[in-house]
């Protein structure tokens, strides 16, 4: 598989060095991986997940995506808005606007006609069983309803790859199982690349590559058989 990402010897830290989050990382994330990032908080699992996608600067070290160094947040901007996808805990959606408008938000600088952003709208409600839920509002919603609404929004510029902070940390049981399915068929239905930062050691073992932190190092990163998806879902 081609790389993807690439962290080379990579450093982050803060305060004038006296804090680091990350200690001489060097990781990379290739076509097609469905990865866990894990270790105990204060790791640097999220601050690796912010310099993988640009949203921090490494401060010694290096970023490649698709094989080219990138630098600066012009170029990172770009790379972000067209290929690649976030969702997080907190789901950040914007509580006055509908679910379809959520969605759309994230291609209103694209490009994209309008009669092509509501018909994406439409499929990626039809496709995430959210078919009925377009002209509600978020907090009209479930937990893993709107998250569900949070993974449309983040593949609704086709993304290659899908970054996820603790994307279940909010949810119950059920609808965590529910969401790291839908994760895992988007990976292996739609060859989009996915990389989870989670403390539940339940979800990692879905994941086929498990990466731990510890003190701002990769202390393992292994390959490893996970379990099977329980449904489909197609990009």
């Given at each position: 598989?081609?790389?993807l ?6 450093r982050?830290?803060?305060?004038n060095g ?6 001489d990382v ?8 469905f990865i866990a990032i894990?270790?105990p908080?204060?790791?640097?699992k999220?601050?690796?997940?912010d ?5 921090e ?6 970023v490649l995506f698709?094989?080219?160094i990138?630098?600066g ?10 290929r690649i996808?976030?969702v997080f ?8 606007l ?7 938000l994230a ?13 994406r709208?439409?499929e990626?409600?039809?496709?995430l069983g959210?078919g009925q839920?377009?002209?509600?509002h978020?907090?009209?919603l ?8 949070a993974?449309?929004?983040?593949l609704?510029n ?9 994307p279940?940390g ?8 529910d969401?790291?399915d839908?994760?895992e ?6 060859a ?12 990692a073992?879905?994941?086929d ?11 393992s ?5 996970r379990?099977?998806a329980t449904?489909e879902?197609?990009?």
């Amino acid at each position: 598989m081609s790389q993807l990402v690439e962290l080379r010897n990579c450093r982050r830290d803060y305060d004038n060095g006296r804090i680091i989050a990350l200690d001489d990382v060097s990781f990379s994330v290739a076509r097609g991986d469905f990865i866990a990032i894990t270790g105990p908080s204060g790791s640097g699992k999220s601050t690796l997940l912010d310099v993988l996608c640009g949203l921090e600067e490494p401060s010694a070290g290096e970023v490649l995506f698709d094989g080219e160094i990138v630098r600066g947040r012009t170029d990172w901007a770009r790379i972000r808005s067209e290929r690649i996808g976030f969702v997080f805990q907190s789901f950040y959606l914007i509580p006055s606007l509908t679910v379809a408008e959520n969605i759309e938000l994230a291609m209103l600088w694209q490009g994209i006609s309008a009669r092509d952003r509501r018909e994406r709208v439409a499929e990626l409600l039809e496709r995430l069983g959210l078919g009925q839920r377009g002209r509600q509002h978020p907090l009209q919603l479930s937990g893993g309803e709107r998250q569900r609404v949070a993974i449309a929004r983040a593949l609704a510029n086709r993304p290659e790859l899908i970054v996820a902070d603790e994307p279940t940390g909010s949810l119950d049981s059920r609808s965590s199982a529910d969401i790291i399915d839908l994760l895992e068929d988007l990976q292996r239905n739609n060859a989009i690349t996915v990389v989870i930062v989670t403390h539940d050691r339940a979800i990692a073992e879905r994941c086929d590559r498990r990466v731990e932190l510890v003190d701002g190092r990769i202390v393992s990163d292994q390959r490893v058989p996970r379990l099977a998806a329980t449904s489909e879902v197609s990009a």
